[in-house]
């Protein structure tokens, strides 16, 4: 399995036209907090396509800190405030849904330390056998907020999707999952541009969740 600016270019073609949909099908604004995750993980890519071509183009080399911001902005800050927000938004059943918006502020606190370490820890792209690498140029040094920050990136990107009841979440909830376990165990080093790359594809699954809920809404009785 090869990953390279080919593959980026192609899952943010595929992603848009599959968010463009999804965002079509959604009845109402709180739908679309959800209904964006497939278009911006297109706009995800797109910037990784660039980082690529920063990497083996020195015409491009210039612009590749600002390429690699703009994916990180989407990696770090992001998803693990509007995954949670997202899920909290349609989420209908009353406890889940304080659950989810206990875990927007998970994710911001998360996205907050993120930030912090993207302006100013540097961080540099590099290649390591068909992926890329963003470390710090300014390493962590006695950083101990470092694995307490992974874990809470984790509980607010992924624990949402196990707390909805909504019909569909949760196979996307076990897939994601899975390709978080696969991409850890495979390309830890790598995880940020992988684990992306995958849950990209992953949320295709998305449109058919709201395809669900609208379905689901159309048959209930009218009051």
């Known amino acids: ?50 980082v690529w071509i920063s990497i083996r183009d020195e015409q491009w080399h210039p612009y590749q800190h600002f ?68 470390t710090m140029e300014k390493l962590y040094q006695h950083d101990l907020f470092f694995v307490p920050h992974q874990i809470v990136y984790v509980l607010s990107t992924v624990l949402p999707m196990f707390l909805s009841t909504l019909k569909g979440v949760k196979f996307l909830a076990i897939v994601n999952f899975i390709a978080l376990i696969f991409c850890f165990y495979l390309f830890q080093l790598a995880l940020p541009s992988t684990w992306c790359f995958f849950a990209a594809f992953i949320s295709a699954i998305i449109y058919w969740i709201i395809k669900q809920v609208n379905s689901n809404q159309s048959l209930s009785p009218q009051s």
């Open 1 to 50: 399995m090869c990953f390279s600016a080919t593959a980026s270019f192609t899952a943010a073609a595929v992603m848009g036209g599959v968010g463009l949909a999804t965002f079509k099908i959604s009845k109402n604004k709180d739908q679309r907090y959800l209904a964006s995750v497939p278009f911006l993980f297109a706009w995800q890519q797109l910037s990784e396509a660039w």
């Open 67 to 134: 390429f690699t911001l703009c994916f990180l902005f989407f990696a770090w800050v992001v998803w693990p405030i509007l995954i949670p927000l997202s899920f909290y938004k349609i989420e209908p059943n009353s406890i889940r849904k304080l659950w989810c918006k206990r875990l927007v502020y998970v994710g911001i606190c998360s996205a907050a330390y993120a930030s912090f370490n993207m302006l100013m820890k540097y961080p540099v792209p590099d290649v390591a056998t068909f992926h890329i690498v963003y």
